[in-house]
């Protein structure tokens, strides 16, 4: 692997799927390959699991770790040609390029601004850093995708599996904020290079990206999509369409015990942070059938499978 | 040791102190304890002498150290139950559960909110992440109480002592901002556990809880108090009467060279930072008889014989 | 070297140059030079290029670090006597000690304010850090200097010279806000430690100390500046004698391919962050003279240079 954008960087899930088993088994087994390697960790927005896991991983690998808050130190232009006399103090030709100057890795967090979807869905800010630096990138979330946490999703299905095919329902949950739609992109892309049978619901006027949902069964009746579902995937998204807003169309879309009942005794899962009675009910979480802080645990597993897999060929 | 929460969790204080002796007098001597751990320090508040000397503790010992600044990211929900739609982004009950798959120890400080007496003498914050958390937490100060802190400035006396049972006074002291308790409550709590001779002076209306000073001999004459003083440790608190207020009686509470002058010839201690020239004068801050930067030095001991303790039954 | 605070603690240039080099080659060569040693670095100002390749550079030598943004925690109070009842928590005399008990190295960025010249050039921050620590202080920036950016640029200059005296011209450049004279001061002070030709060109009013130019070529014409020069290093900073203040006489001074044509096809240097197409034209950033990039990795040799220095007389 040469870097870590997108799950096309991802040729054979299977075998990463036994080579993260490993690791999960011995986490400090490989300590020495990161050894005299630093990875720089930029976040232009807040993370805990992500920013956790991921040192934890490398760290698990002997690699230092440096993290910086972007957005705190200065502002950095993205725009080709742009005359700097107003806010941004460097352009991405230079802090990518410098950056990897005093690092042999890059982690970079940048979520979409959800107000222009044509540059969230060009992945602007991540493909220019990518572009301009001059060593790995790993994408620790970006404008569309969240590929550590759909791989990690992948990872928990497999462990937690019962059937050979499970039947794996995505469904839109209420939030109070308009929250991007890379989670749940991300998860469809992972989900069609498995062979587990992919349902998503969501209410009209939520529907995902054609350009990750073509040819999956969508539905927008949440209760039929529960029904002998095996792994029930909860994740709320602002609209594609009326781009980056809440629609007033979400009442009692919250998973609730009773929907979890229409299940074939489905896991819950989700990316976390949840908020506890709109997203989801205490019952359900608080149930044993809950897997999510397992999900988060193999954040750490996964991050350290894409970075030893990328090591690999520094 | 299986956590530090408080003053509770240590049985024997001198054969700590004994074992904090030599690692004062060793670093590094232990040094392998730490490998492959990982020690993630949560601040909802500033820090100085506490996370340097933590880190650099655990760091001593071997172990790798993640730094969070909870609140920049975002809110903590404590309440169960809760309907989480506002400003909380996550529940605790998540938030310690995740974070523990990441670390081996979990660091909290998290100071009284000053508003509501019975929420910050309950110690619902450490409470509840000490609840969620499956791995040992180590109190970084919290609501009520600072162990750390008191624990090293017993370790400060027991050096600085020129007699077996010395007189130690606890001062109330002037400052400008309204602070927590947990100091003065922590300090008083820490000197029952040894022989020395406790006297508390502080104004009327700046009485501590009973829940740590019954038993204790008390006086609002602070002169009274110093006579014969062979340590002198001052420090402001809020009211707990009129919970959190700062009471218009403290003129003439500063710790004077005059004041020291009726002491025998006692060392002055701060837990720092302190105000100058309105907690203490200048002169008394810059004789020899202040010892408040050997007491910060003391928190790096005392934070690694306590961080090697629980080490020694993870 | 005891400390590095300014070019007078480098009395051989030549011979850490050469060891300079040595480091460039072989990073990793003296990585237990700094065994169980911590470096804390402190940020009064943001920090990119010097945090990182500061930290990367202890972290080769095998030291620990520590960063801390100082002015997200609170305000450290500087005068002598001051009645602290005010905004200040702490003051530096406690402040610097206490830092010094947990590490072995100090890093301090502390950029000017601006308002008061006598207090920036009498360097009052740097110099009480230094007064009052007990261990080493690297400047990572200070009011009026920023050595370990102009040691980088001279082993810059002396890996790209094609002639034993280059001509080496510091022109101003326009910028929109109000910068500090530190890098430029900087440069010109370690330029007088080399034998090359240095010319300074600036706008009337923004001529620099004569603390730091006495004895330089100083030319207010910026084209016959750059006739045959080796190497262009630009930067902006705003009036020493209008003091802090941008001056209404700048246009024209950007950087273009234009008046590099002028010269004898110099290298373009720049400390950055950089504003195109303000400071200097994309054309000139994006040509194969341009050496910011270079320039910016070396900050992590020199950095690793001075510690090295440094911890050897630890």
């Not at 096309?8 to 011995?26: F, G, H, M, P, T």
């Not at 760290?59 to 770790?65: A, D, E, F, K, S």
């Not at 946490?149 to 937690?160: G, H, K, L, M």
Request: aromatic content about 10%.
């Amino acid at each position: 692997m040469k870097q870590f954008l997108s799950s096309s960087d991802v040729l054979y899930v299977n075998s990463l799927l036994k080579k993260a088993k490993r690791i999960q088994q011995d986490s400090y087994g490989n300590n020495m390959i990161g050894k005299n390697k630093t990875m720089v960790l930029l976040f232009f927005n807040p993370s805990l699991r992500t920013r956790l896991s991921t040192q934890k991983a490398a760290q698990n690998l002997g690699m230092h770790v440096i993290t910086m808050n972007v957005s705190q130190a200065w502002g950095i232009e993205f725009e080709d040609g742009a005359v700097m006399n107003l806010d941004k103090a460097e352009h991405v030709k230079e802090a990518a390029a410098v950056i990897s100057q005093y690092a042999d890795l890059i982690g970079l967090r940048t979520f979409a601004g959800l107000q222009d979807r044509e540059a969230d869905y060009e992945e602007k800010i991540l493909n220019q850093f990518a572009k301009y630096a001059t060593v790995p990138i790993v994408n620790l979330e970006s404008a569309t995708v969240h590929p550590l946490q759909s791989f990690a999703d992948v990872f928990t299905i497999e462990t937690y599996k019962k059937k050979k095919r499970p039947k794996v329902v995505l469904t839109w949950a209420p939030h109070p904020r308009a929250l991007p739609q890379a989670v749940a992109n991300s998860f469809v892309e992972w989900m069609k290079k498995t062979d587990y049978e992919l349902v998503i619901t969501q209410p009209k006027g939520y529907e995902l990206s054609t350009q990750f949902t073509t040819g999956c069964s969508i539905t927008y009746d949440q209760q039929e999509a529960f029904h002998d579902a095996d792994f029930i995937y909860a994740k709320n998204w602002s609209s594609y369409s009326d781009y980056g807003k809440i629609l007033p169309t979400d009442v009692n879309w919250m998973i609730t015990a009773e929907k979890m009942a229409l299940t074939n005794d489905a896991c819950f899962m989700h990316c976390l942070p949840v908020r506890r009675n709109v997203v989801v009910e205490d019952m359900v979480l608080d149930s044993p059938n809950s897997i999510v802080i397992q999900q988060a645990a193999n954040r750490e597993v996964i991050a350290q499978t894409v970075l030893s897999e990328i090591l690999k060929n520094l």
